[in-house]
C-alpha cells in the first residue's frame, strides 16, 4: 500500500477518532447506527435527546465526508491532499471552537432546540390537521348516510359544523379553507357518487 501523505495521516486520525466518539455516544443513547441516514435526519428526530442528535449529525457528516474523500483520493494526488487539509482544518476550527468558546456552544444549543421546537410544532399542528380531517370524514359519513346530496360545498361545510360545532371555521372566517378539506375528504370517501 502506498504511504499515507501527512495531511491524509492526520485527517484520517482526527477522523477517525470523531467517528468513534460519534458511534460511542449513539451506543450509549441506544440509537442503531443501521436507522441513521440523511433521509433519517430530515424526517425528524423528536424522540432523541440533544446529544443523541448532534452524534447523529455527526455520524451523518463523517461518514458523507469519508465519502468525498474517497472520490477526491480517486481523481489525483493533488486533489486528495487539499481535500485532507482542508476537511482536517475545518474539523478542528470546529472542535477548538466548542471547545474554547461556551458562546458557541450556547449558541449551537440554542439553535439545535429552537430546530427541535419547530420540528416538534409541525408534527403537532400535522396531527391537529389530520384529527380535523379524520372529524370532517366522519360527519360526511353521517351526513350521507342521512340522506345529504348536496350540489355545493358550503352546504356541506355549514353541515358538518353543524354536527359537529368543533369543526366549524372560527367565528368570522370563511368556509374557504374547510371547503377544500370538505371537497378532498367527500371526493375520496364517495369517489364519482360526490356531486361537484
Known amino acids: ?57 455527526a455520524y451523518v457528516s463523517i461518514r458523507l465526508l469519508k465519502g468525498w474523500a474517497a472520490d477526491a483520493t480517486d481523481k489525483d494526488e493533488a486533489s486528495a491532499n487539499t481535500f485532507h487539509r482542508v476537511a482536517y482544518h475545518a474539523a478542528m476550527a470546529a472542535t477548538t471552537s466548542a471547545l474554547i468558546s461556551p458562546m458557541v456552544t450556547k449558541f449551537k444549543s440554542d439553535e439545535l432546540r429552537a430546530f427541535l421546537g419547530r420540528q416538534k410544532g409541525t408534527k403537532a399542528s ?7 380531517a379524520q372529524g370532517i370524514r366522519s360527519a360526511l359519513a353521517k ?45 375520496d370517501l364517495f369517489g364519482k357518487k360526490w356531486p361537484k
Do not use: C
Open 1 to 57: 500500500m502506498a504511504e499515507l501523505s501527512a495531511a491524509q495521516a492526520d485527517y484520517e486520525t482526527l477522523f477517525n477518532d470523531l467517528e468513534e466518539i460519534a458511534v460511542r455516544v449513539l451506543a450509549e443513547q441506544n440509537i442503531p447506527i443501521s436507522t441513521i441516514s440523511m433521509q433519517s435526519l430530515e424526517d425528524g428526530l423528536r424522540e432523541y435527546s440533544e446529544r443523541g442528535i448532534i452524534a447523529m449529525h
Open 143 to 187: 351526513l350521507w348516510a342521512d340522506g345529504a346530496r348536496y350540489r355545493k360545498l358550503d352546504p356541506w361545510t355549514n353541515a358538518v359544523s353543524a354536527l359537529d360545532p368543533t369543526l366549524a371555521p372560527p367565528e368570522g372566517a370563511s368556509n374557504a379553507a374547510m371547503n377544500k378539506i370538505v371537497s378532498r375528504e367527500g371526493k
Open 126 to 132: 400535522k396531527k391537529a390537521s389530520e384529527e380535523r
